[in-house]
């Protein structure tokens, strides 16, 4: 499905009307945070009014994104934009309360990297092909010449590079290695940021690891791995929701596995299913469609209601059968 | 200190002579063996007879570098040659055989990126702001219109991303990152090379991985995270010396930590030492210089004897004595 505007239409959008509001996806990714820190400072710089929102505001570990101040969580009355801009974010509702609290707004713009975009909206680019939704955002600054300052070159660094695996996911291309060059240019300090985004995790992260290791499950013949956290083991060790990330690339580096699992027993009689593929062969978008949840073929995840066990083990015979198909 | 030659120079040797060897440091990582084939490949694609040696030849996690059947390890009579050339290594003797090996060579090439690399051998070029040795390699190649394949490029990308911890350390520039677009256009596979990178490794380096985090310890205030592997562990869980690669990464990224440590038991009654600091103020070169061994302020090593509790406890007192500096 092809976009339905172009960047200059997106860019004529932002220059001429004054009242914005911008939003991404709850539980927020360095794509998510990173888009919405970069598209608000860029509105700032064209002196409009901005309100930026998350439904879980910037978790702990994003901090050290410049103007991570500036997002808030939503407040409980709805209020009226004239634009609200919805930045890699492929389901409308994942945008959650930052969703509800827009009570209207004159022009809805969507920009996203994920195939599944429905390209809800009145103006909606989609580049599939991006790897990060940073990426996007990049072009449509540079191509329509509007301000890419130091702090969003930050911000689109910290986007790009956790959503591509700091540059090695297959979605990767030259095109991307070019932009992060330009990024340093404009002032990113590689050593200091990559420091801040991957190696500044709190020490209960390591113990959560060690605690992971113990319950790993190697099934389908060594082409899966998975592991489970329960609340209880959530509880005892102090975990927040955010320690969680990246954890899966452990268990997804083993030779012989193909796909990856990660099932976490949320507050809230769900499970949080998060499976990552090496090939193209097993899509696991696919895999989390059946329970209700999307993404990339190589990257998706799901919220189902269930226990643990009983949610693990209907995941791994999903795919299980995935490597039975011709 | 300052090279003693130009790019320029050692090239018109490359055109000129005809009997070449190609060495690098023993116990390789993918910064010498990339660099190693690279330079063997472009040589081959001149039309000279070229020898490619390692004491250690090709470890099993290196196999994916195109041309690395072409490395062996040296033989036991020492050989003549027109021109040795010697790549990434700092200390002269850390080529083991493969230097002893060589009985004698008209000219001797030294192209390496460690600062502590004393300009031994006849053409000895040292950029010490690259990154890796890769990225000096490749500025020879473009700048003295070399040939540069596609089979090349891919070990160039090797070598450059693993020396920069997938282009995040300190020492990495945009530069880099262009150089890195360069090869892809050239027909380095991101996806696929990173896979073999860094999501290839067997089942027991993670069982190893929890092994360690079962002993780690947090010293001088958690500013210092180290963890010993003796060789009774290595040899139950039957780790190959490569096994242990990027681990001390693990415990490097936990927030409060500063500098950390990983200590091997060696089969010859020496202690190996691996040290990463994430600070100029912390110069684990310096640490290492006591020990025997060197590097950069931010990563080095040393080999030294004694048993793993006491060199640990020695190491653990030197960096806390460092801290302790105004």
Redesign the interface.
């Known amino acids: 499905m092809k976009s339905n505007c172009t960047l200059a239409e997106i860019a004529a959008i932002l220059r001429t009307r004054q009242r914005f509001v911008v939003i991404s996806h709850a539980r927020p990714d360095g794509d998510a945070l990173g888009c919405t820190l970069a598209m608000t400072l860029c509105l700032r710089q064209l002196g409009k009014d901005v309100t930026a929102w998350n439904e879980d505001g910037v978790p702990e570990k994003f901090r050290y994104l410049p103007g991570s101040e500036l997002v808030t969580q939503p407040p409980a009355d709805p209020q009226t934009f004239d634009v609200a801009v919805v930045l890699d974010n492929a389901v409308e509702n994942r945008a959650g309360t930052a969703r509800t609290a827009i009570a209207h707004a004159d022009v809805w713009i969507n920009i996203d990297h994920h195939h599944t975009n429905p390209r809800f909206g009145d103006f909606a680019y989609v580049d599939a092909t991006a790897p990060a939704a940073g990426q996007v955002l990049y072009e449509l600054f540079r191509q329509c010449d509007l301000p890419l300052t130091y702090e969003m070159a930050d911000n689109l660094f910290a986007a790009i590079s956790t959503d591509t695996?700091?540059?090695?996911?297959?979605?990767?291309?030259?095109?991307t290695?070019?932009i992060?060059?330009?990024l340093?240019?404009l002032g990113v300090?590689?050593?200091?940021l990559?420091?801040k985004m991957?190696?500044?995790?709190?020490?209960r992260?390591?113990e959560l690891?060690?605690a992971l290791?113990?319950v790993?499950r190697?099934t389908s013949r060594?082409r899966v791995a998975s592991f489970a956290l329960s609340a209880e083991t959530a509880r005892t060790l102090g975990i927040q929701p955010e320690d969680n990330e990246g954890l899966i690339?452990?268990?997804?580096?083993?030779?012989?596995v193909v796909a990856a699992a990660f099932f976490e027993e949320l507050g809230d009689g769900k499970i949080r299913i998060s499976l990552r593929s090496?090939s193209p062969k097993i899509d696991v978008s696919k895999i989390c469609g059946l329970f209700g949840g999307g993404g990339h073929q190589l990257a998706a995840g799901a919220r189902t209601p269930g226990t643990l066990a009983a949610v693990q083990e209907k995941v791994l015979q999903a795919l299980d059968h995935e490597f039975d198909q011709p």
Not at 189 to 192: A, I, P, T
């Open positions: 695996g700091s540059f090695q996911y297959p979605s990767t291309t030259a095109r290695y070019e992060a060059a330009d340093i240019r300090n590689v050593g200091d990559s420091q991957y190696e500044s995790y709190p020490r992260r390591l690891l060690r290791l113990n790993l190697l060594d690339d452990s268990i997804r580096s083993i030779d012989t090496k």
